[in-house]
């Protein structure tokens, strides 16, 4: 089965880091791209970043709203991919995905599929 | 201000056809990007429902159909079920992002 599990969804004060681990399994991870995705209650999806795969030099692309505070990377041997949240906002509160596209049409036309079930951040004093 | 511009709501009764326009720009839908549709029932994660502009994942009935044409997609929804009832989003590639972008989400309702 072809599946993303997220995990280290934490309550978390203001100005503090996080890391998100999303694990794969049921498909080739490496060939993969990995997305984070996240939303906040009520609201709609906001795609974050991505990170490509070693064949595209491993490129990482952020969000406007969380370049320069979060960081994307993966590890290919362990099917994983991380997402560490720095300098914290009350407004980085959602639940976060990890999502990927598959190794054909990429970053640039590709779909997301699977997604994982999220994973609960809440930024709070 | 999501770059992909979705109606916040629509409704139909059950039987009816209704459908969901996104509506982009020349850096993304009108740039030739594909887009992609996902139904997200709400406290569940989004679900693949349309990719590449019209093509249905299997499993996905055919009563759910896209399509694409200058800066805007659209979805179709026909022979309307309570089950049917959902959150939809477009999603695309945008070159002057350099990312990908969402719509704001549109919520079906079945009277």
């Known amino acids: 089965e072809v599946q993303l599990v997220e995990s280290g969804g934490a309550l978390v004060q203001p100005g503090g880091s996080l890391k998100l681990s999303c694990a794969a399994s049921?498909?080739?991870?490496?060939?993969?791209?990995v997305h984070w995705v996240r939303q906040a209650s009520g609201n709609g999806l906001e795609w974050i970043g991505h990170?490509?795969?070693?064949?595209?030099?491993?490129?990482?692309a952020y969000a406007a709203s969380v370049k320069g505070r979060f960081t994307i990377s993966r590890d290919d041997s362990e099917n994983t991919a991380s997402l560490q949240m720095n300098s914290l906002k009350t407004e980085d509160t959602a639940v976060y995905y990890c999502t990927r596209t598959d190794a054909i049409f990429g970053v640039f036309r590709g779909w997301f599929d699977p997604w994982g079930q999220g994973t609960l951040v809440t930024v709070s004093s | 201000q999501s770059v992909l511009t979705q109606p916040p709501s629509v409704s139909g009764a059950p039987g009816q056809r209704v459908t969901i326009s996104c509506t982009g720009s020349?850096?993304?839908?009108?740039?030739?990007?594909?887009v992609h549709w996902y139904q997200q029932i709400p406290g569940t994660a989004p679900k693949r429902l349309i990719y590449g502009n019209r093509y249905r994942p299997s499993g996905v009935p055919d009563r759910f159909s896209g399509s694409k044409s200058g800066t805007s997609a659209s979805l179709a929804i026909t022979g309307l079920q309570a089950e049917d009832e959902a959150d939809y989003y477009c999603q695309s590639y945008d070159s002057s992002l350099s990312g990908s972008v969402f719509g704001g989400g549109t919520k079906l309702t079945v009277l």
């Open positions: 020349s850096s993304n839908i009108g740039a030739g990007y594909d």
């Open positions: 049921g498909f080739t991870f490496s060939d993969s791209a």
């Open positions: 990170i490509r795969s070693r064949v595209d030099n491993y490129a990482t």
